[in-house]
T-cell receptor, first 116, second 113 residues
Framework: DSGVTQTPKHLITATGQRVTLRCSPR?????VYWYQQSLDQGLQFLIQ???????AKGNILERFSAQQFPDLHSELNLSSLELGDSALYFC???????????????FGPGTRLTVL | AQSVSQHNHHVILSEAASLELGCNYS??????LFWYVQYPGQHLQLLLK??????LVKGIKGFEAEFIKSKFSFNLRKPSVQWSDTAEYFC???????????FGKGTMLLVSP
């Protein structure tokens, strides 16, 4: 158990819908990272938040957005869902913001999203 | 753009065989290097990491990796695999100036008993 929790574990929805994925980081960790894992694209970084502020952006679609709340949990919002959005979405957390000194990222169990 | 490539998508070995998984990255600057493992149905776990110093890094569960700067490589090795090593292995790189990790596409290792 990494200490990072994600809910829900599984999500099945239809095209065009909107869903929210939730992540709670390890106690004391200020950074939250979101990744998408799919068979064709592999594990891709989406976005990072550090202490409530957006720190880095990766291959995140405009239909996707995220935020980090004052209690440091984060939510990833996916809207206008398409079949191709079906994937495993991982959240990770680290103590620091990354920067010059790397802080190990601890991964959650993931949310499996299926879009029908 | 920086990228990370893993040579093998699937590897099948018998127990006690030796393992070497390749990882290369495309960047000439300072990097931090990592290998993660994902057991079936579980989250990613860090196997080992390289920041600086001795290019031969030892990790958990008998794994090691060697950083060869001239070849931009960070190959993962284990002298004798076990059935319990069946998992997907990801190479990841933190490129200088970036706060996040870039992952390779992963190598699925199947160890037959």
């Amino acid at each position: 158990d990494s200490g990072v929790t994600q809910t829900p574990k599984h999500l099945i929805t239809a095209t065009g819908q909107r869903v929210t994925l939730r992540c709670s980081p390890r106690s004391g960790d200020l950074s939250v990272y979101w990744y998408q894992q799919s068979l064709d694209q592999g594990l891709q970084f989406l976005i990072q938040y550090y202490n409530g502020e957006e720190r880095a952006k990766g291959n995140i679609l405009e239909r996707f957005s995220a935020q980090q709340f004052p209690d440091l949990h984060s939510e990833l919002n996916l809207s206008s869902l398409e079949l191709g959005d079906s994937a495993l979405y991982f959240c990770a957390s680290s103590e620091g913001g990354g920067g010059a000194f790397y802080n190990e990222q601890f991964f959650g169990p993931g949310t499996r999203l299926t879009v029908l | 753009a920086q990228s990370v490539s893993q040579h093998n998508h699937h590897v099948i070995l018998s127990e006690a065989a030796s393992l070497e998984l390749g990882c290369n990255y495309s960047y000439g600057g300072t990097v931090n290097l990592f290998w993660y493992v994902q057991y079936p149905g579980q989250h990613l776990q860090l196997l080992l990491k390289y920041f600086s110093g001795d290019p031969l890094v030892k990790g958990i569960k008998g794994f090691e990796a060697e950083f060869i700067k001239s070849k931009f490589s960070f190959n993962l090795r284990k002298p004798s695999v076990q059935w319990s090593d069946t998992a997907e292995y990801f190479c990841a790189v933190k490129f200088s100036g970036y706060s996040t990790l870039t992952f390779g596409k992963g190598t699925m290792l199947l160890v037959s008993p």
